[in-house]
T-cell receptor, first 114, second 119 residues
Framework: AQSVTQLGSHVSVSEGALVLLRCNYS??????LFWYVQYPNQGLQLLLK??????LVKGINGFEAEFKKSETSFHLTKPSAHMSDAAEYFC????????????FGPGTSLSVIP | GAVVSQHPSRVICKSGTSVKIECRSL??????MFWYRQFPKKSLMLMAT?????????EQGVEKDKFLINHASLTLSTLTVTSAHPEDSSFYIC???????????????FGPGTRLTVL
């Protein structure tokens, strides 16, 4: 069965510092991988996704993630944190190679310190 | 990009009453929509997959008689929480799948969510 783990339920970084949010997954077949961001009392917004092809994926708002099959990881990074990046971030994996069932990780709350 | 709306955004109801939440795809047709439930400071839990014109597929542990899902048109899916109780209070989020030419080109768009509070 597919599953997603996110190391660190809460991460704090200083404004301008590197953001690194960790995600590891387990899947019996090549997965689709996603990162979503959620602002308070709002729905989810897709940051980026990996389906096939290049393993380094660039998303919106300066975020990027690298799919490492050997490490079963899909960590999210951003070179320089901005105050507006403070939000909840969810890593997700699809069952198989479709969108039919997406399993979400527990989430990481990102705080940005001025 | 594609837009998914939910109505209402917030609802408060008395215990024992039923509440209907609508999920609409505004500028595209969605043959498949998904319903999620999110507890405070928790992740999203897939409740069911809603397919237009057919019965919804519920995840294990989700009471189908409690959470009625109807997907009567290509742009509307509804979730009805029947005989709501305080433990049903939660943030309910829907999403719609936009099919691409190939499976990997599909995209999923999320609605803004509905906060249900049962007194």
């Amino acid at each position: 069965a597919q599953s997603v783990t996110q190391l660190g339920s809460h991460v704090s970084v200083s404004e301008g510092a590197l953001v690194l949010l960790r995600c590891n997954y387990s899947s019996s077949v090549p997965p689709y991988l996603f990162w979503y961001v959620q602002y308070p009392n709002q729905g989810l917004q897709l940051l980026l996704k990996y389906t096939t092809g290049a393993t380094l994926v660039k998303g919106i708002n300066g975020f990027e993630a690298e799919f490492k099959k050997s490490e079963t990881s899909f960590h999210l990074t951003k070179p320089s944190a901005h105050m507006s990046d403070a939000a909840e971030y969810f890593c997700a994996v699809s069952l198989g190679n479709s969108y039919d069932k997406v399993i979400f990780g527990p989430g990481t709350s990102l705080s940005v310190i001025p | 990009g594609a837009v998914v709306s939910q109505h209402p955004s917030r609802v408060i109801c008395k215990s024992g009453t039923s509440v209907k939440i609508e999920c609409r795809s505004l500028d595209f047709q969605a043959t498949t929509m998904f319903w999620y439930r999110q507890f405070p400071k928790k992740s999203l839990m897939l409740m069911a997959t809603s397919n237009e014109g057919s019965k919804a597929t519920y995840e294990q542990g989700v009471e189908k008689d409690k959470f009625l899902i109807n997907h009567a048109s290509l742009t509307l899916s509804t979730l009805t929480v029947t005989s709501a109780h305080p433990e049903d209070s939660s943030f309910y989020i829907c999403s719609a799948r936009v099919p691409g030419l190939a499976g990997w080109q599909d995209t999923q768009y999320f609605g803004p969510g509905t906060r249900l509070t049962v007194l």
